[in-house]
């Protein structure tokens, strides 16, 4: 019931664009995204809710497809300052607080 | 701070030994959750509060894992007879609560990074 991210690992040149992927067997509710730099908290970037809503952060933006039980996360002109291991949870229920189940992490690297 | 704040950051201990994990969630959130991170992995869900109430325990892999937050803010996360399977980092994360529809995000502290020799 894990979700599956991919790719596992990308790296990248500054400014370069990236998408990340985040696919579940069973029927989502919604789609967390974290970030995680080694040795610190995850930080939260986004939720998506089912509905196939698409939610902006400045040059990071994420879609959730109901469909195909998936969520993509996109980076454009990615900076230094995004590196690091991404993470997406979700959850099944329709209720506040409820559990997420997250993927194994999508580590992604840029250089100057 | 406003954040989350985990205490101790770094835990070694021995083999048969008990340890205490606290939490202290972000002020006036009703949600806490308790979450394992193996090196590599992405956190695995151990157990959630709302208030003092754990309404969701599934997630503790044996008996030897208990968790409390007897008056809705603080929580800790007791691990009795420490084996080395329990190594990894423990998170806590914590949420406003603003009723069934919709999700609120989880706030994570920088987790408990336990070492059992």
Redesign the interface.
């Known amino acids: 019931q894990?979700p599956v991210q991919s790719p596992q690992a990308v790296i990248l040149r500054e400014g370069e664009d990236a998408v990340i992927n985040c696919s579940s067997s069973k029927a989502l509710?919604?789609v967390?995204w974290?970030r995680q730099k080694h040795?610190?908290?995850?930080?939260?970037l986004m939720?998506l809710?089912k509905g196939g809503e698409q939610k902006g952060h400045e040059k990071i933006s994420a879609s959730f497809n109901e469909k195909k039980q998936q969520s993509s996360l996109y980076l454009t002109a990615s900076q230094l300052s995004y590196s690091g291991t991404y993470?997406c949870?979700t959850?099944w229920k329709?209720?506040?607080?409820?559990?997420?189940?997250?993927?194994?992490?999508t580590q992604l690297t840029v250089n100057p | 701070g406003a954040?989350?704040s985990q205490s101790p950051r770094y835990k070694v201990a021995k083999r048969g030994q008990d340890v205490a994990l606290r939490c202290d969630p972000i002020s006036g959130h009703?949600?806490l959750?308790w979450?394992q991170q193996a090196l590599?992995?992405?956190?695995?869900?151990l157990t959630?509060f709302?208030n003092e109430a754990q309404l969701?325990k599934s997630?503790l892999p044996s008996d030897r894992f208990f968790a409390e937050r007897p008056e809705g803010s603080v929580s800790t996360l007791k691990i009795q007879r420490t084996q080395q399977e329990d190594s990894a980092v423990y998170?806590c994360a914590s949420?406003s609560?603003?009723?069934?529809?919709?999700?609120?995000?989880?706030?994570?502290?920088?987790?408990t990074r336990l070492s059992i020799l």
Do not use: C, K, M, W
């Open positions: 894990q509710y919604s967390h974290y040795g610190e908290a995850p930080v939260f939720i809710l993470f949870g959850s329709e209720t506040s607080g409820s559990r997420l189940t997250f993927g194994e992490g | 954040g989350v009703v949600s959750f979450y590599g992995q992405g956190p695995e869900f959630y709302q969701d997630g998170l949420s609560y603003r009723g069934p529809r919709g999700n609120q995000p989880q706030h994570f502290g920088d987790g």
